[in-house]
């Protein structure tokens, strides 16, 4: 199951900066990519539609400087979703609301979107994609999986 499906059913709406469209849709050759630009063209991803003030300057990749500075515009309305180490902490010590693959994952699991976290990890696992075990183990406590 493509983890992307779940993110209309999880949140109202889901915005990428055109930053972010760029870095991930360089070819669209891979079935991530794919999913990506299908999602865009179905428009439950969006192109984050208005200019993006620079509110913060630091040395992250543009995409999370952008998510960082839309959050920032309006922390109470704004749920990041990243997984980047550096990006998540400079978020948070911003006071943004951030959350990761590993808990999306888990909210899908609670909602009865996906029958098994393990699983999902499991295909997580096999790809290019990687969660820290202590992480994974606290979802799966959570979950009581």
């Known amino acids: ?13 889901v ?5 972010v469209k760029q870095e991930v849709l360089p070819c669209k050759t891979s079935p991530g990519e794919q999913a990506i630009a299908q999602a865009l063209a179905a428009e439950w991803i ?11 300057e630091i040395d992250l990749d543009p995409g999370e400087t952008d998510c960082i500075n ?3 515009s309006d922390p109470d309305k704004v749920l990041l979703i990243m997984d980047e180490r550096a990006g998540r902490a400079v978020a948070k ?5 951030v959350i990761g ?3 999306i994952i888990g909210l899908a699991k609670k909602q009865g979107l996906i029958p098994s976290a393990r699983a999902v990890f499991g295909v997580l ?12 183990n606290q979802v799966f406590a959570s979950l009581n999986e």
């Open 1 to 13: 199951m493509d983890g992307l499906e779940w993110l209309p059913k999880l949140f109202d709406v």
């Open 125 to 136: 696992h096999c790809s290019e994609f990687r969660i820290s075990a202590a992480v994974i």
């Open 15 to 19: 915005f990428l900066p055109e930053s």
């Open 70 to 72: 839309i959050g920032l």
């Open 46 to 56: 969006k192109v984050w539609p208005e200019p993006i003030a620079p509110q913060l």
């Open 101 to 103: 693959t590993a808990a």
């Open 93 to 97: 010590e911003k006071g943004l609301r």
